[in-house]
């Protein structure tokens, strides 16, 4: 893409409005803006991270055995009346009414929708057990909507739940979700640490939040290094196998891991006895899974046959993920005082390409050969073709984060060589067009 033809609109100056540096960079950077309190639109920048993110979250889901399906986001009111969360869920629901005068509300969470699908599906044990998740918009009426995306109003969700015979099962099902948030998170370039937690309006009685470390995290975070130390995505793991998957959540649920509201010192310092391998940090929460057993089934009578032909309510659990909010949290964990440091696997474009001089017809020629090898080896390149300052041109590539720049010039171009530089180490090299693009595996 050509930022001549890109729809890049940045900002020079922080916005008065934003308080976190996630929001500033993202206004700043041209990846969002607000439509009204808490509710934002997704530019160009912006989107391609959201669908790099979400594109991982379905990658891992599909991995550990889910299957996809897409709920409304409009929900009758009936199904919650049934399950008896319609009264009790409180003002952040949206209630609605549609030109019949029936009651509709823009789901919060698909509990009730799933459940139904289930239970007007599936009659026999032999369907059990079942992993399905969408990917979804949803609408919370937050009270104070802050902090830009990272807690908003509208929010894009990955929401999955689980269906099975009985406890042991629905375990099962707990553990392959548990692996999978760890293997997603560290797709992003993230550290997530797990963390037990309360089950909150959702219901149920085991529960774990993901909080992914940032320095200027919302949660202060005390755990054992032993989590920093653990290569999830070095493990081929099998998630058919259910003792190597209760390996893995083994090795981290023995671990202390604490936030503030939870943290006790003289415990952290009995159960982590090497001072060197206490971390003390801050953090952010970036998803959360849920075992609740038959809350929603039971009420809403989702049962199958079991081998005697008996009816049995099936287990049932939950698994969300912020989709929306990860772009943020990566920001979080992930910037310097000139802007984003994207991962390479969720950055908008791979490569910047910079034309210091676009009057000049070698560093011109050289910008364009070189466009076109990338774009033939399917590397994401935004390469700035306008007729800007130099200064201004860096500026906005540190600011956007991709995490390779190409920069050439006149004097460059008469060598035949090109800068390239890491945007997360600052490292600059001069090469040829063929060694950059090898360093690059293009």
């Given at each position: 893409m050509r930022s001549s033809q890109f729809f890049l609109p940045t900002l020079r100056e922080n916005p008065a409005e934003a308080e976190i540096v996630s929001h500033r960079l993202m206004l700043r950077a041209g990846m969002i803006r607000q439509a009204s309190a808490g509710i934002y639109s997704w530019l160009p920048l912006g989107f391609k991270v959201l669908k790099k993110v979400e594109q991982i979250v379905r990658e891992e889901q599909d991995r550990a055995g889910c299957q996809e399906v897409l709920m409304p986001t409009i929900q009758s009111a009936d199904l919650w009346k049934e399950s008896g969360r319609y009264d009790a869920y409180g003002k952040e629901m949206l209630r609605i009414k549609d030109r019949r005068d029936r009651e509709m509300l823009y789901g919060?969470?698909?509990?009730?929708?799933?459940?139904?699908?289930?239970?007007?599906?599936?009659?026999?044990?032999?369907y059990v057990p079942k992993m399905l998740y969408h990917i979804q918009w949803k609408f919370r009426?937050?009270?104070?909507?802050?902090?830009?995306?990272?807690?908003?109003?509208?929010?894009?969700?990955?929401?999955?739940?689980?269906?099975?015979m009985d406890y042991e099962g629905a375990k099962r099902s707990y553990n392959k979700f548990f692996v999978a948030y760890l293997r997603t998170f560290a797709r992003m370039g993230m550290h997530a640490i797990p963390m037990e937690a309360e089950t909150g309006p959702i219901g149920g009685n085991l529960s774990h939040e993901f909080i992914v470390l940032a320095d200027t995290g919302e949660s202060q975070v005390y755990?054992?290094?032993?989590?920093?130390?653990?290569?999830?995505?070095?493990?081929?793991?099998?998630?058919?196998?259910?003792?190597?998957?209760?390996?893995?959540?083994?090795?981290?649920?023995?671990?202390?891991?604490?936030?503030?509201?939870?943290?006790?010192?003289?415990?952290?310092?009995?159960e982590v006895a090497d001072a060197g391998q206490r971390y003390v940090g801050r953090g952010i929460e970036v998803g959360h899974i849920f075992y609740f057993g038959t809350k929603y089934s039971e009420p809403l009578k989702a049962q199958v046959q079991d081998k005697d032909g008996n009816p049995l309510t099936v287990h049932m659990g939950s698994y969300g993920i912020g989709v929306s909010r990860m772009p943020a949290a990566i920001i979080e964990a992930s910037h310097d005082e000139n802007g984003i440091v994207w991962p390479e696997s969720v950055a908008p474009f791979k490569v910047g390409l910079i034309n210091i001089k676009v009057d000049d017809a070698a560093a011109t020629r050289m910008c364009e050969d070189i466009y076109a090898k990338l774009r033939n080896a399917n590397v994401e390149?935004?390469?700035?073709?306008?007729?800007?300052?130099?200064?201004?041109?860096?500026?906005?590539?540190?600011?956007?984060?991709?995490?390779?720049?190409?920069?050439?010039g006149p004097r460059g171009a008469a060598k035949g060589l090109v800068e390239m530089k890491n945007r997360k180490t600052g490292e600059k090299v001069e090469l040829s067009v063929d060694a950059a693009l090898e360093r690059l595996g293009a």
């Open positions: 919060p969470t698909n509990e009730e929708q799933i459940t139904q699908i289930f239970r007007d599906s599936i009659k026999s044990y032999r009426d937050e009270v104070r909507p802050r902090f830009g995306v990272m807690r908003g109003r509208e929010f894009l969700m990955k929401d999955a739940y689980s269906f099975d755990c054992d290094r032993k989590f920093l130390d653990y290569d999830v995505l070095g493990k081929d793991i099998n998630y058919e196998n259910p003792s190597e998957v209760e390996g893995v959540v083994k090795h981290f649920t023995s671990l202390y891991a604490r936030t503030d509201e939870k943290h006790d010192q003289s415990a952290f310092e009995k390149v935004l390469y700035d073709d306008r007729d800007e300052r130099a200064g201004a041109k860096f500026a906005e590539m540190d600011l956007i984060g991709l995490p390779w720049q190409f920069v050439v």
